[in-house]
């Protein structure tokens, strides 16, 4: 499976009569746009904002984060299944506009169950705390929406989720036909003997109704662990459909520039053996159904012959036991693994940083503690609405709270440079 | 620029006497006293002790946040940039006192402060948290080592340069996780540090293993056909409206309702507000998160002695483990003061 990532690096982003991409600059007519996306009956309205980093704007109510991509040969569309049929991505040629992002925001308001006040994500473009989102530091067109009448919230979910890919797709094929900054090409070719092999086993959250994370378009409940190549993740094989906890969710963006995924392959051939990625559903339930999928992923791992396995965990709370059980099961069958999760030790860093632990796991890198406090400064504007959910005061405020509603900030995906050290 | 340093020392190293003496109050001096001229010296040129203030060890501790405050107002008229107290070795009292005045000095005044003892002394686990503590040997014959590394910690405070961990900077571990920023982002970092395990070569965690407290269990009810048996959940199942206002994450109270002449929980009447996780279930139906209806089964059947008549509920979403624990002491407390001799705990 080869895949040509054809970048095209976007300087500027601004607003224009028609939708083209030439010399670093992509223009975005607003209705065309906003054509592209009502063509959906459920979508009832759409506001398109510009924002640049630097910009004193807080987008409140982040959904997803996506990158504009595009296929311009080889099989299948861009995620497949929501844009698609779900036929096997990853090869041919992809078109990246690089350094641009589409934040979708929205809410529910119907949700007013306890286990929704956790709906808040911040992404802050300038001040004090840009610092912390990923997203602060891309050019990001923000998509608003609001849905029809009727519509269940997992309704109202799919019509923005669809919206959003399919500007993504759009923007990108504006590009199509210019030649890329940068034509960067993905494969696993035969790597030279004695290399260590190692796997990638990433977990995908989920635990019903917008909380969930998708794969060809399906939703992970339910499934078993399965492999596939890292190219697909490159193309949207793997959408976000995860609506809480702001700082370790998991957007497309993310899955689509997977940085576990990039680093073992670009350092394929020379310091190691990538054999594959594996997914796997974490936050299941039941103790059976965990340890089912652990134990299952430990045996793909073997079956593809790997000494050593990355493990990535999605989520908190009973996320950690997945990770934790996953871990042992590997390292039982002689794959030696590192685990990548972010820390809960309380807003002074005093508290115990997770829930469970198994002896084996004594390798962990860390994302940073994502319930430390953090302090937000008054911006000029902001973005996809005007409060912050379950939180008194307008949006622009300054406040101080934690560090768990900054999209991305703790990414388990190993966006970020942040780290929690002892002191 | 030479830095301003006030010393906080007990009265027997000020010089005012002994244990005779522990009684004495608050003295302030000009300049270095006892131990500080060691440590003035070690500051060199960096800087000096402008002021001591010293307290006996008893006086101080009949209260010891008011001590604490009056220390703080004699220190904050000598405007030091950093605060230095000890070292205090294994001396409790004398500790304990480094221990408040720093926190204090800190809170109030807003500039460092650090001490000096033993790894051994009781305070050292009270304030570790709280304060840099530069760990001593258990006695005053440490003083000539305990001295120039105080000194020099003290510059670096008063620097405002940014403290790094512990075992460079030479104080002991606070206990604390901090978010720092570092060059290289996590997927870089664990493929360099699987890289190192599979090769066999040492490797550091950045997540140490963490200590969980262990509760071994109480020993088997002998009879449970003549127990009382208590229902108490983590799943923050409360009566309808949340009477006692207990938050749905990282809770601060855990509430009590009474279920006499209940066969069962209705639906409606009883709710989860735990934001860990999703309740449609258990809203629908309240006997799946506290098993009220088949404990009744129980009793009828003879295979309980009784039920308690009072459920308990906590929330465990994002619950501090400091919190969690207290909880934990006060249910059973009421337990155990209520004649229950077995309790069923049912979790999210």
Redesign the interface.
């Known amino acids: 499976m080869r895949l040509e990532l054809a970048r095209h690096v976007v300087q500027s982003l601004e607003f224009g009569r028609r939708t083209a991409f030439e010399d670093g600059r992509l223009v975005v007519d607003r209705d065309e746009i906003r054509a592209l996306v009502l063509g959906d009956p459920n979508v009832r309205s759409v506001e398109i904002e510009i924002v640049r980093p630097g910009d004193r704007v807080r987008i409140v109510h982040c959904m997803d984060v996506v990158e504009p991509r595009a296929k311009a040969s080889g099989s299948g569309e861009v995620f497949p299944g929501f844009l698609g049929p779900p036929v096997t991505v990853g090869s041919g040629r992809t078109v990246v506009l690089t350094g641009v992002a589409i934040v979708s925001t929205g809410t529910w308001p119907e949700l007013t169950?306890?286990?929704w006040?956790?709906r808040e994500a911040i992404i802050d473009m300038g001040g004090s705390a840009s610092?912390y989102s990923p997203y602060s530091r891309t050019r990001n067109l923000v998509l608003s929406f609001r849905t029809a009448a009727g519509l269940t919230p997992a309704q109202q979910d799919h019509a923005i989720r669809v919206a959003t890919l399919r500007v993504a797709r759009h923007l990108a094929l504006t590009a199509r036909d210019r030649s890329p900054d940068e034509v960067e090409t993905c494969e696993l070719g035969q790597a030279r003997g004695g290399l260590?092999r190692?796997a990638y086993i990433c977990h995908l959250g989920s635990?019903?109704a917008l909380?969930n994370t998708y794969l060809y378009g399906h939703s992970v409940a339910g499934t078993l662990p399965t492999l596939i190549h890292p190219n697909e993740l490159f193309d949207g094989a793997v959408v976000n459909g995860h609506h809480r906890l702001a700082s370790e969710r998991h957007p497309t963006y993310d899955h689509q520039n997977s940085?576990?995924a990039?680093?073992?392959m670009q350092?394929h051939g020379r310091?190691?053996n990538f054999v594959g990625v594996i997914l796997m559903r974490s936050l299941a339930e039941l103790p059976e159904e965990k340890e089912r999928l652990a134990s299952y992923t430990a045996k793909l791992a073997k079956l593809l012959g790997a000494?050593?396995?990355?493990i990535t965990r999605q989520g908190g709370?009973h996320a950690i036991f997945d990770l934790m059980t996953t871990c042992q099961r590997c390292e039982q069958v002689g794959i030696?693994?590192?685990l990548?999760?972010n820390?809960?030790?309380?807003h002074?860093?005093?508290?115990?940083?997770?829930i469970d632990?198994v002896?084996e796991?004594?390798?962990?890198?860390?994302?940073?503690?994502h319930?430390?406090l953090i302090d937000l400064p008054a911006l000029d504007r902001a973005v996809g609405g005007d409060v912050l959910l379950g939180m008194p005061g307008r949006a622009v405020d300054a406040r101080r709270l934690q560090?768990r509603w900054v999209f991305g900030a703790n990414?388990q995906?190993?966006?970020?440079?942040?780290?929690?050290?002892?002191? | 620029m030479t830095i301003r340093v006030v010393h906080y020392l007990n009265q027997f190293f000020a010089g005012r006497g002994g244990e005779s003496q522990a009684d004495c109050g608050i003295e302030v001096r000009e300049g270095e006293v006892g131990p500080g001229q060691l440590i003035g010296r070690h500051l060199g040129n960096s800087g000096r002790i402008v002021a001591t203030v010293s307290y006996g060890d008893n006086a101080f501790h009949v209260d010891p946040e008011r001590s604490a405050a009056e220390v703080v107002n004699a220190i904050a008229r000598c405007r030091p940039d950093v605060v230095v107290a000890g070292p205090a070795f294994e001396a409790g009292r004398y500790g304990l006192a480094c221990g408040y005045v720093c926190r204090a000095v800190q809170e109030r005044l807003g500039i460092p402060a650090l001490a000096a003892m033993a790894p051994e002394n009781p305070a050292v686990e009270q304030f570790r948290?709280d304060v840099y503590i530069i760990p001593t040997g258990r006695s005053a014959i440490d003083m000539a080592h305990a001295a120039p590394p105080l000194a020099a910690f003290a510059v670096r405070l008063a620097s405002g340069a940014e403290?790094g961990?512990?075992e460079q900077e030479g104080y002991l571990?606070?206990?604390?996780?901090?978010?720092?920023?570092?060059?290289?982002?996590?997927?870089?970092?664990?493929?360099d540090?699987?890289?190192q395990?599979?090769?066999g070569e040492i490797?550091q965690?950045?997540?140490?293993?963490?200590?969980?407290d262990r509760v071994p269990p109480a020993p088997a009810v002998q009879r449970i056909e003549a127990a009382t048996v208590a229902l108490v959940t983590e799943g923050?199942l409360v009566p309808k409206g949340n009477p006692d206002r207990i938050e749905?994450?990282r809770p601060t109270r855990w509430g009590s309702y009474d279920i006499s002449g209940l066969p069962g929980l209705p639906a409606g009447d009883f709710l989860s507000?735990?934001?860990?996780?999703?309740?449609e279930t258990v809203n629908e139906n309240p006997n799946r998160m506290v098993p009220l209806d088949i404990a009744r089964e129980l009793v009828r059947e003879g295979r309980i002695g009784a039920l308690h008549e009072r459920v308990y509920v906590a929330v465990g979403?994002?619950c501090?483990?400091?919190n969690a624990q207290r909880f934990g002491r006060e249910i059973a407390g009421r337990l155990r003061s209520a004649g229950v001799q077995a309790a069923i705990l049912t979790a999210t």
């Open positions: 169950d306890p286990w006040s956790n610092r260590p190692v635990l019903g909380y940085p576990v990039t680093e073992l350092r310091d190691l000494e050593a396995a990355v709370g030696k693994t590192a990548l999760v820390e809960m030790a309380g002074a860093g005093t508290d115990v940083s997770m632990f002896p796991a004594d390798l962990m890198v860390s994302a940073g503690n319930e430390a560090l990414s995906l190993g966006v970020g440079c942040l780290t929690a050290r002892a002191r | 948290r403290i961990a512990p571990p606070r206990g604390r996780r901090e978010n720092v920023f570092v060059e290289r982002r996590a997927a870089a970092r664990i493929v540090l699987l890289l395990k599979v090769r490797y965690t950045e997540i140490p293993a963490p200590a969980f923050g749905s994450t507000i735990h934001a860990g996780w999703a309740p979403s994002s501090t483990i400091e």
